[in-house]
């Protein structure tokens, strides 16, 4: 199974945390329908920070709780990808409703949001496992592509990151920053 790596912003994760929110939609998404094992970082963020309490997750509450999250990996979750064009005139009957409730988004939004793209993404999220301790980034590693001359010659699977030594390289190093949107990471035992 592919090791992924997901960027959240704060007030999103908190939802998805208290099982508020099953689908995390998005532009892009790995190659297949999965599964996936995706950890979920949650996002630096000034004004919001995601605390989490044992059994429920909040935002912006200041000294409450002490454990505060933001810029750690929090959770891990088993995903399936599909995909959806919300600019089909046919949701317009409510179809889709149930859809857009578990992504908590309006079909305004998400048609706003996929704009001229075909399709967007739907991650939906089983499995939810909330780390007592949230991990560091510099805990996991990189996937990645090996390209000579713009030709992909090595893209991640865990059977090549096994083999480590492929033409004598090295193909992994620790996590430093948090992915814009997502990657494919490895985890280490």
């Known amino acids: 199974?592919?090791?992924?790596?997901?960027?959240?912003?704060p007030k999103w994760v908190a939802k998805i945390l208290n099982g508020q929110k099953r689908i995390e939609v998005r532009k892009t998404g790995p190659q297949g329908p999965?599964?996936?094992?995706?950890?979920?970082?949650c996002t630096k963020d000034q004004k919001n920070g995601l605390?989490?309490?044992?059994?429920?997750?909040?935002?912006?509450?200041?000294?409450?709780?002490?454990?505060?999250?933001?810029?750690?990996?929090?959770?891990?979750?088993?995903?399936?990808?599909?995909?959806?064009?919300?600019?089909?005139?046919?949701?317009?009957?409510g179809s889709a409703n149930y859809i857009l409730e578990d992504c908590r988004l309006t079909l305004e939004q998400a048609r706003r949001y996929q704009g001229d793209r075909p399709v967007l993404r739907l991650w939906n999220i089983e499995k939810l496992e909330?780390?007592?301790k949230p991990k560091e980034l510099s805990e996991f590693f990189h996937g990645?592509?090996?390209k000579n001359n713009g030709a992909v010659l090595f893209d991640y699977d865990s059977e090549a990151l096994r083999?480590?030594?492929?033409w004598g390289y090295e193909y992994s190093h620790p996590l430093k920053k948090a992915p814009q949107s997502?990657?494919?990471m490895e985890?280490?035992?």
């Not at 199974?1 to 912003?9: A, E, P, R, V, Y």
């Not at 999965?34 to 970082?41: N, Q």
């Not at 083999?163 to 492929?166: A, K, M």
Request: net charge positive.
């Open 144 to 146: 990645f592509k090996l």
């Open 1 to 9: 199974m592919k090791t992924i790596l997901i960027s959240i912003h």
């Open 130 to 132: 909330v780390f007592d």
């Open 187 to 189: 985890v280490r035992q």
């Open 51 to 93: 605390y989490w309490a044992g059994k429920w997750a909040c935002i912006n509450q200041k000294d409450t709780i002490p454990s505060i999250r933001n810029g750690k990996i929090v959770a891990k979750c088993r995903c399936y990808i599909g995909s959806m064009d919300f600019r089909d005139s046919k949701l317009d009957d």
């Open 163 to 166: 083999q480590r030594t492929l």
């Open 34 to 41: 999965g599964p996936f094992e995706v950890y979920i970082y």
């Open 182 to 184: 997502w990657c494919y």
